[in-house]
């Protein structure tokens, strides 16, 4: 046993760093696998985006009712003899969507709407296998950091659901005798907006997982708590005005009235309110949809002004420059809604309006991300 040492007694070398601090400690979690965890996640939102483009065309080509039944194991292997391909189409024969608008079809019309849908229902699947691989590969791996095990489970969750309302949306349009010939607008705007929830929780966790865990702790400690509140309505807004644009396309709104700034011609556009009872007309009369829809827009926009010359004010740079970002992207977006107006929407006009919905959708996510956790500059670096 060693005896008492004087407070002026030199201490030797191996002591001190055997007794040295070991920095990052808070970082390492259950192995450290914040970096390999956030690479898994960016490719799940890529396959998420993806899943928003194919869906998309899948509904401007009108191929979302080209299958007619749920099958989430067997309805991965697409037809394969001609034998099979003819009992698909004898099965879309059935619903109201050939009956009254498709009957010009001969197989190999049909053959390029399945096509379509079998993509988007397969791309919803490797989605699925992505998350689930990934998730028990770190978690039996020991890599999954303190307090991330909920989490990470919460998107495969929320990938379930979206599937189980996928066959809900499509179901509403595979009918016989009811006259309907697409889904209900009503259900693919619960799809819509439940993908762009889905986009929003993986961007988060993306950035969240960009920085180290005792950068987070200490940046929090300088939230911009009237900005982080102004952001999140921001946001908000933003994801009504996408739940809107759902029921634009629902109903086909979007080539209802292709001029502008005015809309058939006035400023309220004609036999707005022809529907009864009255509250139809505000979700399935095409004048009125695409009327809100444009109004939300520039009321989009003018509270994205406001929010940004309120980030002007952050004493943070890359919270500036993050708000700079997200007005340009509103303004473009606004542009380019009147662009896909005015040319009645064509199919690659109306994607692209789509895809920027994403990137704005993210970037004001971003932007709301740096006012909670605010990345500090140095006045050397202002």
């Known amino acids: 046993m060693s005896g008492k040492r004087s407070i002026f007694e030199e201490v030797p070398e191996e002591a001190r760093t055997e007794q040295s601090v070991q920095p990052g400690m808070i970082d390492r979690g259950r192995g450290g696998g914040r970096r390999g965890i956030r690479a898994w996640l960016i490719l799940l939102f890529a396959l998420v985006v993806a899943m928003i483009v194919v869906g998309g065309l899948t509904r401007l080509t009108d191929s979302g009712l080209s299958i007619t039944e749920w099958r989430p194991v067997t309805g991965a292997i697409p037809p394969m003899s001609e034998a099979d391909w003819q009992a698909e189409f004898d099965k879309y024969k059935q619903i109201d969507q050939w009956r009254i608008q498709n009957q010009w079809m001969q197989l190999e019309d049909f053959k390029s709407i399945y096509w379509w849908e079998w993509g988007h229902r397969q791309l919803g699947r490797v ?206 977006q606004v542009v380019l809604g009147i662009v896909t107006v005015i040319y009645a929407a064509p199919w690659q006009v109306a994607i692209l309006h789509q895809l920027l919905a994403v990137g704005v959708w993210t970037l004001i996510l971003r932007a709301r991300f740096l006012t909670a956790y605010p990345i500090a500059t140095s006045l050397r670096g202002v």
Not at 192 to 201: H, K, P, S
Not at 308 to 314: D, H, M, Q, T
């Open 127 to 332: 989605v699925g296998l992505v998350w689930a691989f990934g998730f028990l590969g770190f978690l039996l791996a020991r890599k999954v950091p303190a307090g991330w095990t909920g989490r990470l489970i919460l998107p495969g969750v929320l990938g379930g659901v979206q599937g189980a309302i996928g066959w809900w949306m499509v179901a509403s349009g595979v009918t016989q005798g009811e006259g309907m010939t697409s889904v209900a607008s009503y259900r693919l705007a619960v799809h819509l907006g439940l993908a762009f929830v889905i986009l929003g929780v993986l961007a988060w966790y993306i950035f969240m997982l960009g920085r180290a865990e005792r950068d987070l702790m200490q940046a929090r400690r300088a939230k911009e708590a009237r900005l982080f509140s102004l952001s999140t309505g921001l946001m908000h807004f933003a994801f009504l005005q996408i739940v809107i644009g759902a029921f634009v396309a629902g109903i086909d709104a979007g080539r209802s009235f292709t001029d502008w700034p005015l809309i058939g011609g006035q400023i309220l556009p004609p036999d707005a309110t022809v529907l009864e009872p009255m509250w139809r007309n505000f979700f399935e009369s095409p004048g009125l949809v695409q009327f809100i829809h444009r109004c939300a827009g520039y009321l989009l926009l003018a509270f994205g002004v406001f929010v940004w010359l309120r980030g002007r004010g952050s004493a943070h740079p890359q919270t500036r420059f993050a708000f700079n970002v997200v007005l340009a992207g509103l303004s473009l």
